[in-house]
Every structure is written in structure tokens, then in C-alpha cells.
């Protein structure tokens, strides 16, 4: 009898320890999964300010290619017939374009990284 009592303490003892590593283990496990919830979410900010910035440059990306192609073939009196007043003011528009375009491109990559 004394050593049923003995074996029912120990099993006892035993439980408990092995629910405390269970439990142990879940909060951890679960720390873990917060955190990737939290990245997660992390990273539908930039991917929705992608999308954003992709549909606002919509075909401007083509749309610059070529003008840079007419900018180069046509003197600047031909520019003004067309209705470009100054050939700088253009070239910036492109500059800027094409390096948004760039950035999406790179937020692209980096989203897919992660």
C-alpha cells in the first residue's frame, strides 16, 4: 500500500512536470507564431504602397521609353508643334517615372524575399 502511494506521488510528480514542459513549449510555440503574424502583417503595408504606386504609373513606364526615343529625334522646334514646350521639363517627368518604376521593381523583389 505504501508503495502505491509512493508510485502515485512520483506519477503525480511526473504529470505535473511534463505539463509544465507542455505548456512551456505552447507558450513558446506561440511567441513564435505571433511574431510571424506580426511580419505578416509587416508586410502588407509596403505591398499594398506598391500596388498603389504600380496603378498610379500605369503604362507611363512604355509611354517614357518612347519619349525619350521622340526627344532624341526631333529638334526642339518639332517638340513645340507637338505641344512639349521644354525638352527639360520632359526629361524630368521621365527621369522621375522611370525610377518609380525602379523602386517597384525593387519593393517587388524584396517583398518576394521575405
Known amino acids: 500500500m505504501e508503495k502505491e502511494l509512493t508510485l ?3 506519477i503525480s510528480e511526473v504529470k505535473k512536470i511534463l505539463w509544465a514542459k507542455i505548456g512551456q513549449s505552447i507558450t513558446n510555440q506561440w511567441q513564435s507564431i505571433e511574431a510571424i503574424h506580426d511580419q505578416i502583417e509587416l508586410i502588407k503595408l509596403p505591398q499594398f504602397e506598391n ?7 500605369g503604362n507611363m513606364p512604355e509611354i517614357a521609353n518612347r519619349m525619350i526615343q521622340v526627344l532624341n529625334n526631333h529638334t526642339g522646334t ?8 521644354s525638352r527639360t521639363d520632359t526629361i524630368l517627368l521621365i527621369k522621375r517615372v522611370l525610377t518609380l518604376r525602379g523602386y517597384v521593381q525593387l ?3 524584396k517583398c518576394q524575399e521575405m
Do not use: F, V
Not at 51 to 57: D, I
Not at 78 to 85: E, F, H, N, S
Open 8 to 10: 502515485d506521488k512520483t
Open 107 to 109: 519593393l517587388d523583389r
Open 51 to 57: 500596388q498603389k504606386a504600380r496603378a498610379s504609373l
Open 78 to 85: 518639332q517638340l513645340a508643334t507637338m505641344g512639349i514646350r
